[in-house]
């Protein structure tokens, strides 16, 4: 499982590159997921959601893919802007079963 | 309309007093999420209702916590003798539905819990 405290994973991309989250999950009966962005001082912010009888899911300059195999989700963002600047979580939830569990969360920043 | 709405966004208390936190969720939304994020972490799950009741509080760490939603709507999360170890940020979300359906949920900012 993922390691908890204080220092979050940070990635550090360059405004207009592309820019990859990973999060690995541990719960092999999930069936639905989600991503989500927080910024300082404010709640989570839906992104995008998979379900399992998926492994690619697109929105507007965002993929999520989903690798049960290996029990792993990444975020894809495309044109990464300044405003892309937050923290952002997985989420998984068996669907019926209504909670939600985070990971841990990487810190995304992005330089004009 | 309106999003997920918390009061107050801050709450400064001394350890042993007894707080209250409100929230109002979207409008026809019929289950409502509880959940506490610590500094650097992800939001961690307390309880979850659907319409009146708690249909699930497993995360509820022990009995000082306790949460109602008497009519459905609004909820509030009642802490008991505070201790400096609840400090967070208290979350709640809500869903347009709960078990069966999409869960997609909606957050709120959040209440700021500082126990001094």
């Known amino acids: 499982g993922e390691s908890v405290g204080l220092h979050l994973p940070t990635l550090s991309v360059q405004e207009g590159d592309n820019s990859i989250i990973n999060c690995a999950y541990s719960n092999s009966a999930s069936d639905y997921f989600i991503w989500y962005k927080q910024e300082s001082g404010k709640g989570p912010q839906f992104i995008i959601d998979i379900r399992s009888n998926m492994d690619k899911r697109q929105g507007q300059r965002v993929t999520v893919l989903l690798n049960k195999t290996v029990k792993h989700l990444s975020l894809q963002i495309a044109a990464t802007q300044p405003g892309d600047s937050a923290v952002y979580f997985c989420?998984?939830?068996?669907?019926?079963?209504?909670?939600?569990?985070f990971g841990q969360g990487t810190e995304l920043s992005v330089k004009p | 309309g309106a999003g997920v709405s918390q009061t107050p966004s801050n709450k400064v208390t001394e350890k042993g007093k007894y707080v209250e936190l409100r929230c109002d969720p979207i409008?026809?939304?019929?289950?409502l999420y509880w959940y506490r994020q610590s500094l650097g972490q992800g939001p961690e799950f307390l309880i979850y209702?659907?319409?009146?009741?708690?249909?699930?509080d497993s995360g509820l760490p022990n009995d000082r916590f306790f949460a109602v939603r008497p009519e459905g709507s609004v909820s509030t999360l009642k802490i008991q003798r505070t201790e400096r170890g609840d400090s967070a940020v208290y979350l709640c979300?809500?869903?347009?539905?709960?078990?069966?359906?999409?869960?997609?949920?909606?957050f709120g900012a959040g209440t700021r819990l500082s126990v001094l």
């Open positions: 979300a809500s869903s347009l539905g709960g078990v069966g359906s999409k869960n997609i949920q909606y």
């Open positions: 989420a998984e939830s068996v669907f019926n079963a209504g909670k939600l569990i």
């Open positions: 409008s026809g939304h019929t289950a």
């Open positions: 209702f659907q319409g009146t009741g708690a249909a699930d």
